[in-house]
């Protein structure tokens, strides 16, 4: 069994500091609402041997130097159970949150609902699941970790209802509770490694690792796109202000930045009325111009500047831009004609995103040389996040040359020697963590997801390593791509597979249902999408992952409808006719490019 810490000892193994937030005063009758026997002698002596008055402790802290509001239930007043004064702490905990822009940390340990209190303990849930709600709606993050035991509502509220779930080893967690599970029931079902393993927690981290875990996840989805907290840290003295005003009775305070205001995003009611970027038309526009044969990523009007486009045909990515002239040339591709992208002399570059300040950028040039809409705005359904710059593509790590016929893309694409997703990830961030599970009892190895950091900035990951993509895989992507949008933070998608799998346990684990939601997701999302193609592309079930526009692709990889020997038997051709149908198909890089399905870095094509 699990070690089980108090609630300040828990609070103390993660947080820097901690200033407990001030609690609603609630007067209720002897023995309580329902005036259970002996209830009011239990409590009081549930609080002489904890030390604590509920069984529940809340309050600000930091947490590696990150500020959050931290939940920490304590197990031994009274199994941790939620009642009616514990409603009214985590209530206003969550409503502090809100107030001041900062992620909320559960760290349960619960056995579920009071029974003393009957029905309105159980009610409690739904006022929780409500606050969680609203703070997802707020655009803040929710990260849970689960001690022992973590059961019955608390789980299914606070536990599983957070955006990311860490785990301490050995936790008991579950729905059912051990004394009313059935008596055969297998006790490892219901440890942190198996909900892991099913699907419904990201990862178990020893004790001693989870300060410095907790830190890490609060750093990447506490900060904008931008670079900034959501919370109010100060960045110039570093410290905590955190101390209640005894006189006036208000709730302490963290770290205030340099005016002295909060800089985290609009509240519930100010997101949804944001986002036109074209302030004449109420549109967004993006892509390349094709006259200049140049990408003009355009920044938003806070003075961003757009990502860096990998050369979907040269195979190389642009180098750091030239401060006198705010560009960056990089030579010819391997046709021998020359690629030209522009950057901000600012630095960083872009996949071309609306202007937010209401300027329209240009739009991509087809095979003859003309303009044609962008697909983005064929499918985009809400507007973008203004101020959120997308992930800069990653730079090709594999052959720079292109490939020669459809086969050679072919080949190459399925080379074992080819570089696969984790290597890409691992060069382009300086650290990440991953997320894991779909939630619905499912997990795929072969779709990596999570969070890191790239030049300082938090992107968002979801690559696939080269295998069929599972349900569970799709589902997961989907997870995090939802998670992303609405905390603000760019998305890098990484396309490589064969295409989804096919197999029978797919079909009843609902592999239709989990790509089209991913197609929703991608095509709905208001946070800027990167996708960088780096392997295989097969079919819908690469498709779905890929952001439409702001899609490229490595001189290794290919995309195709179907796969060139499939093609060939549906055709009725014999198998080595699969070398010309891969010809037929155009499933070159360049041959993307041209035909509009992969955006080139100069917005031209080539041959």
Known sequence: MAERLSAQEVVALVADDFTEIPYPERQSRPDGPLAWQGYDDARARAAERTGEQESVVCGTAHVEGTPAVLIAFEFGFLGGSLGERTGDRLEAAY??????????????????????EGMLALTQLQRVARQ??????????????????????????LGAGADVILALPDAQVGFAGSRVRPPNADPTAYTAQAQV??????????????????????????????GTA??????????????ADAAGGTAPGLAATAEGTSR????TTGRAARGTADAAEGTTRRSADTAGGAARGTADAAGGTAPEPVDAIGGTSPGPADTAEGTSRRSADATGSAAHTTAEAAGGTAPEPADAAGGTAPEPADATGTTAPAPADAVRVAPPVPGVEPAPVPRPLGVTDLPGTGWDAVLRARSPRRPRAGQYLDAYFSHRVAISGDRCGGTDPGML?????????TVAYA??????????????????????????????????????ANDAEAERQGAGAAIAELFTTVASARTPITTLLIGEGGSGGALALAAPGTTYATPDSYFSVIAPELAAAILKRPPEEAETTANHLRIRPQDLVELGVVAAADGRTQS
């Not at 969680?132 to 608390?154: F, K, M, N, Y």
Request: some cysteine; glycine content about 14%.
């Open 264 to 267: 985290g995003s609009a509240d």
């Open 95 to 116: 409503t502090y949150a809100r107030a001041h822009r900062l992620p909320v940390v559960p760290l349960v340990a619960t056995g579920g609902s009071r029974m003393q």
């Open 230 to 243: 959501l919370g109010p840290a100060d960045a110039g003295a570093g410290t905590a202000r955190g101390t």
């Open 197 to 226: 393993a099913s699907g419904a927690a990201d990862t178990v981290v020893p004790a001693a690792a989870l300060r410095e875990t907790l830190g890490q996840w609060l750093r990447l989805l506490g900060r904008r796109a931008s």
């Open 132 to 157: 969680s709600a609203l703070t997802r709606e707020a655009g803040l993050p929710q990260i849970a970790v689960l001690r022992d035991p973590t059961t019955g509502g608390g789980w299914a509220t």
């Open 449 to 457: 997801c999570g969070f890191g950091e790239h030049e300082g900035r």
């Open 463 to 500: 690559a696939q390593t080269g295998t069929a993509t599972r349900p569970a895989g799709y589902r997961t992507a989907t997870r995090l791509i939802r998670l992303a949008d609405r905390l603000g933070i760019p998305v890098l998608t990484l396309v490589d597979t064969p295409g989804a």
